[in-house]
Structures are given as structure tokens and as C-alpha cells.
């Protein structure tokens, strides 16, 4: 398989469930201005929003993959939030971002982005990744809007053979740290060549990473149906199966990578995070087992682990 990415490990990105006290490491949020129960409680009104815009902008003549530069405000209580934000948007993702300006007790930031490919996704993952950069930076993501012009618009050429050029764009995109970009990256390198596992996979990481795991799984389950042998993809579902509440489907994920060809980095991790499971399903004894293995395979993270549950065994 070419290049990919190769997010591997107990925990997929900053992937959460709704009740996690805390934001997604555990932060205080009392003295934020936009704490993370917030940003969970306005999740699902986030993914509403996106399908309404998006709504209104075919009916003004869009169509899937048109380009359109859209325009987006984000709130605060301090200039210096908003001014690492805005440092963070022009650098990672080439926006043009104005100064903050105070309106009334709040500060207020607009900006700009460049024409980018519009489609139902690709909008809603826009959305949530500028919601999720406000949350870092404690700032709430206002409100956005694109005007579209049906005679002008350029679409993004998503067709036959552009399958290469899409996906090592969405690689740069994801190094760069601009999730929406590489969203949408994957998702035209699956048009051109849906037959891709490397695609599926890769947008599989993405999705997760903007707090949308059941859509990752989905990702995980199609690139695991083209390539079954796929031992990163079995690791990250594994580990995703783990961390929403099904460890014994993530044990059979992680027995596939163990009876595979997988390089040893791959099976030592897939020892740990069987280690981890088995240890949510009560079986302390075997959680033993498998973290000594990986800590005899040379992986120092199993340490801390066996510590403090498996005495000196």
C-alpha cells in the first residue's frame, strides 16, 4: 500500500463521549468562557447548522464540489484569545483573519476563507473543525456563510485520475494541522478511486479527530472490506471500538493484528491496548499478561500500567 497516515494507538485524536467531565484532556473549564460541556451541548446544533447553510446555498444554485470562499465569526471574552486564534487560522490554514474589535462586553473576530469545495460533508466538517479550533483557544465560532455565485463558481476537479493528486494534497493539508481540508482531501481522493483502503483510512483518522466516531468507524469498516489485512486500520478500529464502549469487539480487532504479518511496533501495541481491554471487562489477570508481553517487547508505555494494577508480577 503507498503512503498513509499512521495514527496508531490506544486512543484515536481527541475523540470524546457526552458526560466526559472536563474538556477532552481533562482540563478545568471553570474560567473559560466557552467550557467543553458547552462545546458538547452544541455538537449536534453545530452538524444541524451545516445541513441548513448548505440547504440554502443549493438552493442558490450550488452544486457538489462548486467552490466557495466562506465568511465566519468567532466570539470571546479577551483580545488575546481571539489573536492566538487568528495567528492559528492564518498560519495552518492560509485564511485571511481581521483584528479583533470589541463589541460591548465581548471581542469579535471575522474572517475569510479561500474559494474551497462545498459539498453537504465537507461543509459540516469545515464547521466542526472551526468549532473545535475555537474551543482550544476559548472562543465560540459564531456564525459563517458563503455567497454563491452559479454562473462563476469553479468546481474542484474531483474526477478519474485525480485520486494521487487529492490524497497526498490532504496528507500536506493534515500535516499542516487543517483537519477540514484534509477531510475533504480523503474524501475527493474516494470519488476519483473508491477502491482505495489508504483513503478510507486516512479520512477515518480525520473524522475521529473531529469528534465524529461513529462516521470513522464506518470509514474503518470500508477500508478493512477492501484490504482485510489492513493491520493499522484493525489496530485504530480496535482502539475506537475500545474507547466507545465495546472492548470485546476491539479484542477481536486487536487477535487479528496479533495472528497477522504486522510489523512488530503494530503487534507490540496490539498486545497493549488486548492488555487494556481485557482489564475493562474485569479480566485483570489476562490485562497482566498481555501489558508484560508488551513491556518485554519494549514498550515503556505498558510500565505505568503494570504498576499500578498488576503489582510485582
Known sequence: MRGHLTRVGEVIGDGWRSGEAGGPRGEPVTSRFFSWDEFVDHFGAEMRIAEDVYQGMVHSGLKDWDTVAMDFV???????????????????????????????????????????????????????????RGYEFDATFDGYG???????????????????????????????????AAQWGFSAAIVAA????????????????????????????????????????????????????????????????????????????????????????????GACVDWRIAAERGAGYAEERLAAHCGGC
Request: glycine share 8%; proline share 6%; with cysteine.
Open 146 to 180: 458563503g455567497t454563491v455565485d452559479p454562473d462563476s463558481g469553479q468546481p474542484a476537479d474531483v474526477g478519474p485520475g485525480r485520486a494521487e493528486y487529492w490524497f497526498n494534497w490532504a496528507l500536506e493539508r493534515y500535516e499542516a494541522g487543517d483537519r477540514a
Open 74 to 132: 468567532f466570539l470571546s471574552d479577551q483580545r488575546e484569545k481571539l489573536d492566538s486564534l487568528r495567528a492559528c487560522l492564518a498560519t495552518r490554514y492560509g485564511y485571511a483573519v481581521g483584528a479583533p474589535v470589541q463589541v460591548e462586553a465581548s471581542w469579535e473576530m471575522s474572517g475569510k476563507t479561500p474559494p474551497i469545495p462545498i459539498t453537504a460533508d465537507s461543509l459540516m466538517y469545515w464547521a466542526l473543525d472551526l468549532a473545535s
Open 194 to 285: 473508491p477502491s482505495d483502503p489508504n483513503a478510507w483510512y486516512s479520512r477515518a483518522i480525520v473524522r475521529n479527530e473531529l469528534h465524529t466516531w461513529r462516521a470513522a468507524l464506518r470509514d474503518y469498516d470500508e477500508a478493512l472490506r477492501l484490504a482485510p489485512g489492513f493491520s493499522s486500520a484493525l489496530l485504530n478500529r480496535g482502539a475506537l471500538k475500545d474507547e466507545n464502549g465495546d472492548p470485546r469487539g476491539a479484542i477481536e480487532d486487536y487477535e487479528r493484528v496479533l495472528a497477522s504479518e504486522a510489523d512488530p511496533e503494530t503487534q507490540t501495541r496490539a498486545w497493549f491496548n488486548r492488555g487494556n481491554s481485557k482489564f475493562r471487562l474485569g479480566d485483570v489477570a
